[in-house]
């Protein structure tokens, strides 16, 4: 089984739905992180939480929602999709005593908003 | 702010020869870290090199190295004897240490041709 496991792999929503995008992790680790990927503009922070019990916005925050169910559980929620949500969605983590080694991707969410 | 460049979106190199892409970074912490990660078309993010700031001998993983010049705040990577294998979008990240929060460049396109 993957470190890092994304739920679902592709999604295809219509606009003003709500979707809920899954990530959970076996690495025992403190930290997680959801980023956009969009062409031309890299990954981009949405969400971040150092614990279950800390929640922090990222950059680009508006129009998303996040919850911290455990500590290997990090969800993020569009309450009513817009088309230019549309991108790929990635969770990671990352460990508080190991900082400079880089993040633990999942596989990532393809996300169409029609 | 903390920003990552990444000037190339796309690049193309032969079989077996070097090509090296550019990256630089804009911070005023003094304790960082730097890293390529490499996405192929499976999309997942797969960590290629990382060098803490804090040490000047640049960082070498096997065919991949990079030249790190703190001062220019520069960070390229070369990739030596280049194999079709290392298709892939490559993206230049960045995280300070006191809030690991890990910033990317707009990523380079690299093909690998035969």
């Known amino acids: 089984d993957a470190d890092v496991t994304q739920t679902p792999r592709n999604r295809i929503t219509k606009t003003g739905k709500r979707i809920m995008l899954e990530c959970s992790q076996t690495?025992?680790?403190?930290?997680m992180y959801w980023y956009r990927q969009d062409p031309g503009l890299g990954l981009r922070l949405i969400y971040y939480?150092?614990?279950?019990?800390?929640?922090n916005k990222g950059e680009i925050s508006d129009g998303y929602s996040v919850s911290r169910q455990a500590q290997a559980k990090f969800s993020l929620s569009l309450e009513s999709a817009i088309p230019n949500q549309t991108a790929l969605y990635f969770c990671?983590?990352?460990?508080?005593?190991?900082?400079?080694?880089?993040?633990?991707f999942g596989s990532g969410t393809r996300l169409t908003v029609v | 702010a903390q920003t990552v460049t990444q000037s190339q979106p796309e690049m193309s190199v032969q079989e077996a020869e070097t090509v090296t892409l550019s990256c630089t970074y804009d911070?005023?912490?003094?304790?960082?870290?730097l890293f390529w990660y490499k996405q192929p078309p499976s999309r997942q993010m797969i960590l290629v090199i990382r060098?803490?700031?804090?040490?000047?001998q640049n960082a070498t993983e096997n065919r991949f190295s990079v030249n790190f010049q703190k001062a220019a705040k520069s960070f390229s990577l070369k990739i030596s004897d280049s194999q079709l294998g290392d298709t892939a979008m490559y993206f230049c990240?960045?995280?300070?240490?006191?809030?690991?929060?890990?910033?990317f460049g707009a990523g380079t396109r690299l093909t690998v041709k035969p």
């Open positions: 690495k025992g680790h403190d930290r």
């Open positions: 990240a960045f995280s300070v240490r006191s809030n690991n929060d890990m910033r």
């Open positions: 990671a983590t990352s460990d508080l005593d190991r900082d400079g080694y880089g993040y633990t």
């Open positions: 060098q803490e700031a804090y040490k000047q």
């Open positions: 939480s150092f614990d279950v019990k800390d929640i």
């Open positions: 911070t005023s912490e003094n304790n960082y870290y």
